[in-house]
């Protein structure tokens, strides 16, 4: 049975929509200078969103860029997760402070739990650290990624708050239906990490006819899919053409039509990576 929702809980999906910016710079799995161009490139190209975390090894290379760009910290949208290992010792503060220190910042905009690691049984204990971290001031917003429905509910019911944003894998292929509810209904902000999926999903003849109709690459029409389902993609690319090629997607605006024929592509959630049984450290 699920648990219900009381009215206490507290919600902020709402204001990280307003914050974050459309679509998100991946930086995985660059790592030393080559992490430090791309994010800097990204960052010239427009993006303001930039995305890590501890268990990529890049988030010195990242904070180099951060540190180097030119462009005020209040303007840039930092995102780092929680290493698996971290959330096993329950470390959590010791773990955004380290972060922090790579990074060369002195909060971070969202902390996320990588991933719920149900087998051990310590992703609500890691929330509620984070949590502590956003009181101190160390952090914005507190949320997770990889969280199925029950991992949410549960989160809800036994800390009364719901993580900010939730990052899913997610792309026409693995719509992720179920756990977009689950985020919309608890008030949840949904990201999706690999929106352009693998390269069938960009070679699909329905991704292709759309693309090609509009006069727009495959990857604009898959990450203008998100948008319009009010998801944020987090698009990861070295090259500077193709960065700014997904950055300009928040720009593309596709017909309903269009938007329920990629739907369609949809294998299920069984076709997702299996998150009760992955375990990253």
């Not at 990074?103 to 609500?124: E, N, Q």
């Not at 204990?125 to 949320?143: M, N, P, Q, S, T």
């Amino acid at each position: 049975m699920k648990p219900e929702i009381g009215t206490a809980a507290k919600t902020y999906g709402a204001d990280v929509r307003d914050a974050l910016p459309p679509v998100g710079l991946g930086t995985w799995p660059l790592v030393g200078p080559d992490a430090t161009a791309a994010v800097l490139a990204g960052i010239e190209a427009g993006y303001r969103l930039i995305d890590t975390a501890t268990i990529y090894d890049n988030e010195d290379a990242v904070g180099t860029a951060l540190t180097t760009c030119g462009v005020a910290r209040d303007e840039l949208f930092v995102t780092t997760k929680l290493r698996g290992s971290d959330h096993v010792s329950g470390d959590i503060r010791g773990a955004v402070e380290r972060s922090l220190e790579r990074l060369g910042l002195d909060y971070l905009d969202l902390f996320l739990i990588h991933w719920p690691l149900p087998r051990l049984d310590r992703y609500v204990a890691a929330f509620e650290g984070i949590l502590e971290c956003r009181d101190a001031g160390l952090v914005r917003y507190a949320g997770v990624s990889n969280f199925l429905e029950h991992h949410l509910r549960r989160v809800v019911s036994e800390t009364g708050e719901a993580p900010a944003v939730n990052q899913i894998q997610m792309d026409p292929t693995l719509a992720r239906v179920p756990v977009r509810r689950a985020d919309n209904e608890l008030g949840v902000f949904t990201q999706s990490w690999s929106p352009l999926g693998r390269g069938e999903t960009l070679r699909s003849p329905v991704v292709t006819a759309i693309a090609d109709r509009l006069g727009i690459t495959a990857a604009q029409v898959i990450l203008a899919w998100h948008r319009a389902h009010d998801v944020v993609p987090i698009a990861r690319s070295a090259n500077p053409q193709r960065q700014a090629e997904n950055l300009a997607a928040a720009h593309v605006r596709l017909e309903p039509a269009d938007v329920a024929a990629l739907d369609d592509l949809d294998r299920g959630e069984s076709a997702a990576r299996d998150v009760e049984r992955e375990e990253h450290f």
